[in-house]
């Protein structure tokens, strides 16, 4: 090899040496921000539709005092299989009201189809 050459090559090793802790540095920096970004978000999310959700609490009381008085079943008995037709039915249309409520609270998995 001739000695530009080398000269190059090493200059070239040198840069990259020297470059690569600020890019890694700055990618590093980048994803911590955008995951505190959407923290953030997250968060501020959920204290926006906290009256939503107690709002929706109250309502799944009232439907449990209306079909279930003596608290045989659980506050959530999705899956509970004695549970009167109608009892069902009121829970499914109250929770389908408040879906944008739950899934920014609990997230998307409230959107798998539900059995019943």
Same mark, same amino acid.
Request: glycine share 2%; no cysteine; net charge positive.
């Given at each position: 090899m001739e000695a530009p050459t080398i000269t190059?090559?090493?200059l070239g090793i040198i840069a990259i040496a020297l470059l690569l802790?600020?890019?890694?540095?700055?990618?590093?920096m980048y994803? @911590?921000?955008?995951?505190?970004?959407?923290?953030? &978000?997250? %968060?501020?999310?959920r204290i926006e539709v906290?009256?939503?959700? @107690?709002e929706y609490l109250q309502k799944l009381d009232? &439907?449990? %005092?209306k079909h279930d008085p003596e608290h045989k079943w659980r506050r959530h008995p999705i899956d509970v299989p004695d549970l009167p037709p109608a009892y069902r039915a009121d829970?499914?249309?109250l929770t389908e009201g408040y879906k944008g409520v739950l899934v920014v609270r609990f997230g998307n998995h409230l959107l798998q189809p539900t059995k019943g």
């Open positions: 190059n090559v090493l802790p600020l890019v890694t540095r700055g990618h590093r994803k @911590q921000r955008k995951a505190r970004l959407k923290t953030e &978000l997250q %968060e501020r999310l906290e009256p939503f959700y @107690q009232a &439907l449990r %005092e829970i499914n249309a």
